[in-house]
């Protein structure tokens, strides 16, 4: 048996807390059962005992499975075992949480044995790869953000601990919501009525056979997120290519999505090939945004990475790229892409076309200040301080420049048509060259051996 | 056995080591000494594959730490300075555990935890939780987990800090035990009394560099420095001892000498017999405790 797993074994299913569950579940479906169902039965009491103890406790669990060992200085006998990263990271995840699904597996029974009473076996099927899911997905979410945030820092506060496990919930409830959206009886959550049939790449699918496929790929997805943030864990070195694939499949998956936005007016007339590059470069924005904050912005690494290309190791500079360098690069090549499209085949879209590249320039500022914020030596909330600075920018300066009515001024803020044209494109180019410039300089400091930081001979 | 190479290694906010160039030969065990804040903790990071320098190579067993930091990882045991155990599990666990998590078979995982548990003296503690065990107790039971897969190398950050006087020399007893089996040991302190009972090597580091910019011999395990003192001044002293096979002497005046010579018993009381039938007045013979502390301010004196 993986070691790991074992351990966790060991130190979760002790006899003593197996006999609690049984009898503090007993004991909830007993009470649930002499409610007389006035509620939602011993069925509807047992889901919403799994969600408790899979999704909310479970999260919590899977947050603190390595930052635990941090804590507890256990982490660096682990590192050093010979435990292979797949094994360690499955040996964690499941071994972590396991007590909760043992929990779960008692709920899930009394659960779908009702349904497969009432609805069937098939339907007892289907829910049951659903619960598993929702379960798996939100606790590897919660996993990989703990994961991420170990390589940003080693200390780990009941807070930050807290804050990985509501990135597990974010993950369960979006899961549960979308699939609640296919609901047949209707969604608890969102009161909107059920679909039942999604259109992607402009054919029709059913929708929660559709969701179904997309939830295991999804959940596929984070397990291979956390396989590789394991290895990076274990100073194993990650490949770009794996990042890219992720890149390429959710630019595929998102940009089929394009007849949601055949209703959008500010894309009123647009192709399909259009709408999709444009979805496509949004959600590669949207994650160049979330990298960047999640990743650690180690000037050090940078100047290595700087060593690397210019003595030519173009192998090692493409292993050590950071993920949000890579979905800047797609960002700029699907925006590209789009241009061009719209040049070529909507020529009277002028404006748009200089929103798009202004917001190239405007993300090229955002990345670089949270990498100047983050590369000085000293600067340990330099994230936070970036996305203060970023509110600035974003809305409170609008607002006071919109009060004042200058609203020909906004353009130094956000991505906006002007006039001429040209002027916010170079506004916005402006400041994110400038930002730019800034954030290499600062991140080729050199330290001297004493700790004080000197510039280097090349910046 | 580890041999690293012009390394460099940054933290954000300072450069911790800086050019770090040394060899450690096989079977020996060499003392990491330096100031707090030296470089000791990272420079033993570095050589445990948990951090990737920034330039310069580190070879462990022929091993490139940025190439292959799993298969080194295999190969070697690291203790911290400050290290955990799992509190709830059980010695016999705890030690199955390491056994399994480095590698070792299932079937022979049970026997690798009993030796590496009467190794340190814990046999007899096999059922005891990690969490009721002494600070010493723990110490030992950290150590059995580093070397229960038998690791080539061995690397201990202040091993001793907070053991009591019996504890550190069961300490010392089983680091020369363990190198007399094999093991090449690198450890780490920045006291050097607690070093002079074992390590035949020095690496002295200040500021990230190496001072003197190599390992030191501080001494032949084989061959310690004694120190004999006499009651009566006599001028013959340094000619009488010059002229025993096997006797070096490295410093001599008419009361004290200082000299190497075999670590044999029965060799040694001959040379006291002799002393005695040659009319000097032995007052003291033993082995000299401060041949580490002497050759550390030796090489920090240096320019």
């Given at each position: 048996m993986n070691p790991e797993f074992q351990r966790n074994l060991w130190l979760e299913l002790a006899p003593r807390r197996m006999i609690l569950m049984v009898a503090l579940l007993a004991l909830a479906f007993l009470a649930a059962a002499l409610s007389g169902g006035k509620d939602y039965g011993i069925a509807g009491g047992a889901e919403w005992l799994f969600y408790a103890i899979v999704v909310v406790w479970g999260t919590r669990n899977a947050a603190t499975a390595v930052v635990g060992e941090i804590r507890d200085r256990t982490w660096d006998m682990q590192l050093l075992s010979s435990i292979a990263p797949g094994a360690m990271m499955w040996g964690k995840l499941f071994g972590a949480t396991i007590y909760n699904w043992f929990g779960g597996a008692i709920c899930l029974g009394v659960l779908l044995s009702d349904t497969f009473v009432h609805k069937g076996a098939p339907q007892a099927a289907i829910d049951l790869v659903f619960y598993i899911a929702i379960g798996i997905i939100s606790q590897a979410a919660a996993f990989l953000a703990s994961l991420v945030a170990v390589r940003?820092?080693?200390?780990?506060?009941?807070?930050?601990?807290?804050?990985?496990?509501?990135?597990?919930?974010?993950?369960?409830?979006?899961?549960?919501?979308?699939?609640?959206?296919?609901?047949?009886?209707?969604?608890?959550?969102?009161?909107?009525?059920?679909?039942?049939?999604?259109?992607?790449?402009?054919?029709?699918?059913?929708?929660?056979?559709?969701?179904?496929?997309?939830?295991?790929?999804?959940?596929?997805?984070?397990?291979?997120?956390?396989?590789?943030?394991?290895?990076?864990?274990?100073?194993?070195?990650?490949?770009?290519?794996?990042?890219?694939?992720?890149?390429?499949?959710?630019?595929?998956?998102?940009?089929?999505?394009?007849?949601?936005?055949?209703?959008?007016?500010?894309?009123?007339?647009?192709?399909?090939?259009?709408?999709?590059?444009?979805?496509?470069?949004?959600?590669?924005?949207?994650?160049?945004?979330?990298?960047?904050?999640?990743?650690?912005?180690?000037?050090?690494?940078?100047?290595?990475?700087?060593?690397?290309?210019?003595?030519?190791?173009?192998?090692?500079?493409?292993?050590?790229?950071?993920?949000?360098?890579?979905?800047?690069?797609?960002?700029?090549?699907?925006?590209?892409?789009?241009?061009?499209?719209?040049?070529?085949?909507?020529?009277?879209?002028?404006?748009?076309?200089?929103?798009?590249?202004a917001a190239l320039g405007f993300l090229t500022r955002d990345v670089s200040l949270f990498v100047f914020m983050r590369s000085s030596p000293r600067r340990r909330r330099g994230d936070l301080a970036a996305l203060g600075i970023l509110v600035g920018l974003y809305v409170l300066a609008p607002a006071i420049v919109n009060g004042l009515g200058l609203e020909n001024l906004l353009m130094l803020f956000y991505p906006k048509p002007s006039a001429p044209l040209w002027m916010g494109l170079l506004v916005a180019w402006a400041e994110g060259l400038t930002m730019a410039v800034l954030a290499l300089s600062r991140a080729s400091i050199r330290n001297n051996p004493a700790g004080r930081s000197q510039p280097s001979p090349a910046s | 056995m580890i041999d690293v190479d012009d390394l460099v290694y940054e933290y954000p906010s300072a450069r911790a080591l800086d050019g770090v160039s040394l060899k450690v030969v096989p079977q020996t065990i060499t003392?990491?000494?330096?100031?707090?804040?030296?470089?000791?903790?990272?420079?033993?990071?570095?050589?445990?594959?948990?951090?990737?320098?920034?330039?310069?190579?580190?070879?462990?067993?022929?091993?490139?730490?940025?190439?292959?930091?799993?298969?080194?990882?295999?190969?070697?045991?690291?203790?911290?300075?400050?290290?955990?155990?799992?509190?709830?599990?059980?010695?016999?666990?705890?030690?199955?555990?390491?056994?399994?998590?480095?590698?070792?078979?299932?079937?022979?995982?049970?026997?690798?935890?009993?030796?590496?548990?009467?190794?340190?003296?814990?046999?007899?503690?096999?059922?005891?939780?990690?969490?009721?065990?002494?600070?010493?107790?723990?110490?030992?039971?950290?150590?059995?987990?580093?070397?229960?897969?038998?690791?080539?190398?061995?690397?201990?950050?202040?091993?001793?800090?907070?053991?009591?006087?019996?504890?550190?020399?069961?300490?010392?007893?089983?680091?020369?035990?363990?190198?007399?089996?094999?093991?090449?040991?690198?450890?780490?302190?920045?006291?050097?009394?607690?070093?002079?009972?074992?390590?035949?090597?020095?690496?002295?580091?200040?500021?990230?560099?190496?001072?003197?910019?190599?390992?030191?011999?501080?001494?032949?395990?084989?061959?310690?420095?004694?120190?004999?003192?006499?009651a009566t001044a006599r001028s013959d002293l340094k000619d009488f001892l010059t002229a025993r096979a096997g006797l070096d002497v490295i410093e001599c005046d008419q009361h004290h000498a200082l000299f190497t010579f075999t670590r044999n018993a029965s060799v040694r009381a001959k040379l006291i017999r002799d002393l005695i039938a040659a009319g000097f007045e032995v007052s003291s013979f033993g082995e000299s405790t401060k041949a580490l502390e002497d050759a550390y301010f030796a090489q920090v004196r240096q320019p």
């Open positions: 940003r820092r080693q200390s780990h506060s009941r807070l930050d601990v807290f804050v990985y496990q509501v990135v597990g919930l974010i993950a369960g409830v979006a899961v549960y919501s979308i699939w609640s959206i296919a609901d047949p009886a209707g969604s608890i959550l969102t009161h909107k009525p059920a679909s039942d049939f999604v259109i992607w790449w402009g054919r029709s699918f059913d929708t929660r056979g559709f969701l179904l496929v997309s939830l295991a790929i999804f959940t596929a997805w984070t397990i291979v997120g956390c396989y590789r943030e394991m290895r990076l864990e274990l100073k194993m070195r990650n490949g770009p290519l794996v990042w890219l694939a992720f890149l390429v499949f959710i630019g595929v998956y998102v940009a089929g999505f394009d007849a949601w936005l055949s209703n959008d007016k500010s894309v009123a007339g647009w192709d399909a090939v259009s709408l999709r590059l444009a979805l496509a470069a949004t959600l590669y924005a949207g994650l160049t945004y979330l990298m960047v904050i999640l990743e650690p912005k180690d000037r050090v690494h940078y100047r290595w990475l700087g060593s690397q290309l210019s003595s030519a190791r173009l192998g090692a500079f493409l292993g050590g790229l950071q993920a949000w360098m890579t979905a800047y690069a797609a960002t700029v090549l699907c925006s590209a892409a789009l241009l061009v499209w719209l040049h070529l085949n909507r020529p009277q879209s002028l404006e748009q076309s200089a929103v798009i590249a | 003392a990491l000494v330096g100031p707090n804040g030296a470089g000791k903790t990272t420079l033993l990071r570095c050589l445990a594959a948990l951090e990737a320098p920034y330039a310069g190579h580190v070879l462990i067993d022929g091993l490139d730490t940025a190439g292959a930091p799993r298969e080194i990882h295999a190969r070697l045991g690291y203790l911290p300075d400050f290290y955990g155990l799992y509190d709830e599990l059980s010695v016999r666990r705890s030690l199955l555990y390491a056994a399994r998590a480095h590698g070792i078979a299932p079937a022979a995982a049970g026997a690798a935890a009993e030796k590496a548990a009467a190794r340190v003296g814990l046999a007899d503690r096999m059922e005891t939780a990690a969490g009721q065990l002494s600070r010493g107790l723990r110490q030992r039971l950290a150590i059995a987990q580093t070397i229960v897969h038998e690791p080539r190398v061995l690397l201990l950050d202040e091993p001793a800090a907070g053991l009591d006087p019996q504890a550190r020399r069961d300490l010392s007893a089983l680091l020369v035990a363990l190198k007399d089996g094999g093991m090449t040991l690198v450890v780490s302190s920045h006291i050097l009394a607690e070093l002079e009972d074992y390590c035949s090597e020095m690496i002295i580091i200040e500021g990230g560099r190496i001072v003197g910019g190599k390992a030191v011999k501080v001494r032949d395990v084989e061959r310690p420095r004694y120190l004999v003192e006499i």
